[in-house]
């Protein structure tokens, strides 16, 4: 490898070169397998310590608890402290029948295990819970209705209130749409005749019933009977109007029964009426309109001569 002058040959040289290259390789290899020994024992040391932190015991959370339920408003009742249902006391915890305690004491209907009769389980106004025989069911009840009679007759009072209002304001329509007519009353609730063709008369009837928005399902109204001698199509056909307006026809049968009736009265002036309710009519689920329809509650068309044979001034309405 040495010259002749105790240099260093070319070849020497590259063999020195290639040594130094042999050893950078050898030291990035070793520092580069230190590195990646060294990022996995961290990841393993993490790895555990994150463990070791999940499987500890958590710190127990607070946690509310419910709420007490408001007391019921104000009724018009006498007042009384407001008892939540799981806190209702018994009366008494004995059967009604063999007098013997019950064990567990029953929250609903059952039979007592001792004399194997049903007793039944009410809580009272008094906020109590009694153990009771059949028999004293009506008198649960009375005291029921008359710890709450004062708050019923109330609504009841102003249901009545609205329904007159209601009612007067029907027959002051009926009044305007036929002037200086008369009519006697002969409605009754506890009757329905049907109308037949309401679906000729749709618009009619929305008209009347002040269904320009289409929601309302139900309208009460008073219907007239007026008998239609001129019908080219049935001598006894008696058409039913609402506020001036023609809805329909009574069915041909019962027309035949009380057209000559009818006829009678109008020579006077005078006509029938009823309270009638205009029932269907809204919008469908699929947006198309839904149909209309009428009932009478009138009496029975076959006592109509019994009843016009006496006085009629209790049912007369005279127009104004």
Same mark, same amino acid.
């Given at each position: 490898?040495?010259?002749?002058? !105790?240099?260093?040959?070319?070849?020497?040289?590259?063999?020195?070169?290639?040594?130094?290259?042999?050893?950078?390789?050898?030291?990035?290899?070793?520092?580069?397998?230190?590195?990646?020994? #060294?990022?996995?024992?961290?990841?393993?040391? %993490?790895?555990?310590?994150?463990?070791?932190?999940?499987?500890?015991?958590?710190?127990?959370?607070?946690?509310?608890? @419910?709420?007490? @339920?408001?007391?019921?408003?104000?009724?018009?009742?006498?007042?009384?402290?407001?008892?939540?249902?799981?806190?209702?006391?018994?009366?008494?915890?004995?059967?009604?029948?063999?007098?013997?305690?019950?064990?567990?004491?029953p929250k609903a209907k059952t039979r007592c295990k001792l004399c194997r009769q049903i007793v039944f389980v009410r809580s009272g106004p008094d !906020?109590?819970?009694?153990?009771?025989?059949?028999?004293?069911?009506?008198?649960?009840?009375?005291?029921?209705?008359?710890?709450?009679?004062?708050?019923?007759?109330?609504?009841?009072?102003?249901?009545?209130?609205?329904?007159?209002?209601?009612?007067?304001?029907? %027959?002051?329509?009926?009044?305007?749409?036929?002037? !200086?007519?008369?009519?006697?009353?002969?409605?009754?609730?506890?009757? =329905?005749?049907?109308?037949?063709?309401? &679906?000729?008369?749709?618009?009619?009837?929305? =008209?009347v019933s002040n269904l320009a928005n289409g929601v309302v399902r139900r309208r009460d109204v008073v219907a007239v009977l007026v008998a239609e001698?001129?019908?080219?199509?049935?001598?006894?056909?008696?058409?039913?109007?609402?506020?001036?307006?023609?809805?329909g026809y009574i069915p041909k049968e019962d027309a035949e029964e009380i057209s000559p009736i009818l006829l009678t009265l109008h020579r006077q002036?005078?006509?029938?009426?009823?309270?009638?309710?205009?029932?269907?009519?809204?919008? !469908?689920?699929?947006? #198309?309109?839904?149909?209309?329809?009428?009932?009478?509650?009138? =009496?029975?068309? &076959?006592? %109509?001569?019994?009843?016009?044979?006496?006085?009629?001034?209790?049912?007369?309405?005279?127009? &104004?």
């Amino acid at each position: 490898m040495a010259n002749r002058g !105790g240099g260093i040959s070319g070849f020497g040289a590259l063999v020195l070169v290639l040594i130094a290259l042999g050893l950078i390789v050898t030291y990035w290899q070793v520092s580069l397998l230190v590195a990646i020994g #060294s990022a996995g024992l961290a990841l393993v040391w %993490w790895s555990r310590r994150s463990t070791a932190s999940i499987s500890a015991p958590l710190a127990p959370v607070a946690r509310a608890l @419910p709420a007490v @339920p408001d007391p019921p408003a104000e009724t018009g009742r006498p007042s009384r402290p407001y008892v939540g249902p799981a806190e209702r006391a018994y009366a008494s915890e004995l059967c009604p029948y063999c007098s013997e305690p019950m064990v567990p004491v029953p929250k609903a209907k059952t039979r007592c295990k001792l004399c194997r009769q049903i007793v039944f389980v009410r809580s009272g106004p008094d !906020g109590l819970r009694y153990l009771l025989q059949e028999i004293d069911l009506p008198a649960m009840e009375a005291e029921w209705v008359a710890a709450t009679g004062r708050e019923a007759t109330e609504l009841d009072r102003m249901a009545t209130a609205q329904a007159e209002v209601l009612h007067t304001q029907a %027959w002051r329509l009926t009044f305007d749409a036929m002037p !200086g007519a008369r009519f006697i009353d002969l409605s009754n609730d506890e009757e =329905e005749q049907q109308v037949v063709g309401e &679906s000729h008369y749709q618009d009619e009837l929305a =008209e009347v019933s002040n269904l320009a928005n289409g929601v309302v399902r139900r309208r009460d109204v008073v219907a007239v009977l007026v008998a239609e001698p001129d019908n080219r199509y049935d001598r006894n056909a008696v058409r039913v109007e609402v506020f001036g307006r023609q809805v329909g026809y009574i069915p041909k049968e019962d027309a035949e029964e009380i057209s000559p009736i009818l006829l009678t009265l109008h020579r006077q002036g005078t006509f029938i009426a009823s309270q009638a309710a205009i029932v269907g009519g809204g919008i !469908g689920r699929s947006g #198309s309109r839904l149909s209309f329809g009428i009932r009478l509650a009138i =009496e029975d068309y &076959s006592e %109509w001569a019994e009843i016009l044979k006496g006085p009629v001034t209790d049912r007369k309405v005279a127009s &104004s």
